[in-house]
């Protein structure tokens, strides 16, 4: 039986098991995951500079969302964990199915049809080569 205060013991394993590549977030991005997923598959495992390179000159809406994604993981991997950013890679990128709105488009015939705009958190996690 482990010793101290459940809460304790819990903070302890969460120390031991926490991530410590730097990473960012956007968490509802009116992007839907399918179209994210083009832009994502096109930087994983590139070096940050490729990267930045390939969302610079890719004309998806995502890939603006995305850039501005990357270039805040690599702020938080130079001054939270002190990292290079000449040596830093993406490891993971990767986009989630978020919340979806539904709006209501007027048909012929007094019929309505449903438009689903779709939202994704999307997140990039870097990693030194």
């Not at 990267?51 to 990357?70: C, D, F, M, V």
């Amino acid at each position: 039986m482990a010793k101290g205060h459940r809460s304790q013991i819990k903070k302890e394993r969460n120390e031991q098991n926490r991530e410590t590549r730097p990473s960012a977030k956007l968490s509802y991005a009116r992007v839907s995951v399918q179209k994210a997923c083009f832009v994502l598959d096109a930087i994983r495992g590139k070096d940050v500079n490729t990267a930045l390179g390939i969302l610079a000159y890719n004309p998806r809406y995502a890939s603006s969302l995305i850039e501005k994604l990357l270039k805040s993981a690599i702020a938080n991997a130079e001054n939270n964990n002190g990292m290079n950013p000449e040596n830093l890679y993406v490891a993971e990128c990767y986009a989630n199915k978020g919340p979806t709105m539904k709006r209501i488009r007027p048909r012929a015939q007094g019929r309505a049809y449903r438009i689903e705009k779709r939202m994704s958190h999307i997140t990039v996690i870097l990693d030194e080569r």
